[in-house]
Structures are given as structure tokens and as C-alpha cells.
């Protein structure tokens, strides 16, 4: 247990469906981010978000759209997506300032776009 | 532009054997490089590191920086089966995380 909790574990949709992804953290932190992990590709940064504020959106196609409610929670709205974002989307959580900025992951959410 | 290269990409070896895993970066405003071991779920935190040339240990792991030549290691001895798993390096720039493809180490009984 790493104190970020991501939901739902595994996703199937359809191209033309929306579902949300969802991240919790339970470890008071103050920054929360969203990666993508393809196959045989480093982890790629999609969104940061500092005091529920984003501050990094790395060319992201706009069918995925960030949320950000609180600094514990973190959403990512996927609609109209393509195969090729078949991947595992995990989200971290850091303490942005902090003498150690490490990042803390949840498990991920495995998503197959059909 | 900046980047993280990890090698070997995948090593397979022996219960017991050690193995020496590579971080080659290049990225400005370091702050930090971190050392992640990943199973099939969450990446796990090893280590941070930010000064050249001081060991971090854990067990059997460790690690060590050198800001000048831009690297780091990260060492297993007596490697067990419970060690397979990818090993994930990142440098750490403020707000950014730049991390690598990642060595994916197989440990056979």
C-alpha cells in the first residue's frame, strides 16, 4: 500500500465511450500527477497539478481532460479515445518543495481502448 | 533536450549473481535522481539521490551518483527471484519527473 489509490484497476471501452480515472492520496501531499506507460516507452508525463493547479500539460490530446478538486483527488475524463492510448495510466503524488520530492505511485489503471 | 537512458534494457541472470544496472542523464536543473522497482503494479521508491559519490544501502541494494560524468548505478548482490522486476531510474527537475525505459531484470533460480 503506497497511501494512492487508483480506480478502476482495468478499463475496457469503446472508441466512442467516456469514463473517468481516479486517483486518491493519502499522504497529505501537495502535487499530483498523471503518467503513461506503453510498452518498451519511459513513463510519459501528461499533467501536473500543484495546490489543485495545473501547471504542466505536456501536449496532451484534448479527448484526455484533467480534474482536480482538491489536492487529495485527481481525475482524468477520457472520451473519444483511439487504440493507441491503450495503455496503464498511473498516477503519483509528491510533496512539491520538499527537501525529498519523491513520487509516490498507485497501482495504475490498465485501459484497452477497442 | 533533456533525457534519461538506462542500460542494459533487459539482463537475465542466476540466483546469487550480482548485477549493475546503468542511469546516464542529461537534464537540466537536476535536483535529484530516484531509483523506482517496478512489479506489475505500482512503481515502488528504492532510493533518492543527490550528492556525487555518497552510497545509499539497503540490503542488498545500493546505489551511488556521480554528477560530474552525469551517472548512476544501482547494485544487487546475491540476487534472489524476488528481485525480477523492471528498475525504473528518474531525475527529478522541480516540477518535472524525467524517467527512463527502464532495465528489466529477470532472476533465475
Known amino acids: 500500500e503506497t497511501g494512492v489509490t487508483q480506480t478502476p484497476r482495468h478499463l475496457v471501452m469503446g472508441m466512442t465511450n467516456k469514463k473517468s480515472l481516479k486517483c486518491e492520496q493519502h499522504l497529505g501531499h501537495n502535487a499530483m500527477y498523471w503518467y503513461k506507460q506503453s510498452a518498451k516507452k519511459p513513463l510519459e508525463l501528461m499533467f501536473v497539478?500543484?495546490?489543485?493547479?495545473?501547471?504542466e500539460n505536456n501536449s496532451v490530446p484534448s479527448r484526455f481532460s484533467p480534474e482536480c478538486p482538491n489536492s487529495s483527488h485527481l481525475f482524468l475524463h477520457l472520451h473519444t479515445l483511439q487504440p493507441e492510448d491503450s495503455a496503464l495510466y498511473l498516477c503519483a503524488s509528491s510533496q512539491y518543495g520538499a527537501a525529498k520530492n519523491i513520487q509516490y505511485f498507485g497501482a495504475g489503471t490498465r485501459l484497452s481502448v477497442l | 533536450e533533456d533525457k534519461v537512458v538506462q542500460s542494459p534494457l533487459s539482463l537475465v541472470v542466476h540466483e546469487g549473481d550480482t548485477v549493475t544496472l546503468n542511469c546516464s542523464y542529461e537534464?537540466?536543473?537536476?535536483?535529484?535522481l530516484l531509483w523506482y522497482k517496478q512489479e506489475k503494479k505500482a512503481p515502488t521508491f528504492l532510493f533518492m539521490l543527490t550528492s556525487s559519490g555518497i552510497e545509499k544501502k539497503s540490503g542488498r541494494l545500493s546505489s551511488i551518483l556521480d554528477k560530474k560524468e552525469l551517472f548512476s548505478i544501482l547494485n544487487i548482490t546475491a540476487t534472489q527471484t524476488g528481485d525480477s522486476a523492471v528498475y525504473l531510474c528518474a531525475v527529478e527537475r522541480g516540477n518535472q519527473f524525467y524517467f527512463g525505459t527502464g532495465t528489466s531484470l529477470t532472476v533465475i533460480p
Open positions: 497539478y500543484n495546490f489543485k493547479e495545473q501547471t
Open positions: 537534464v537540466t536543473n537536476f535536483r535529484s
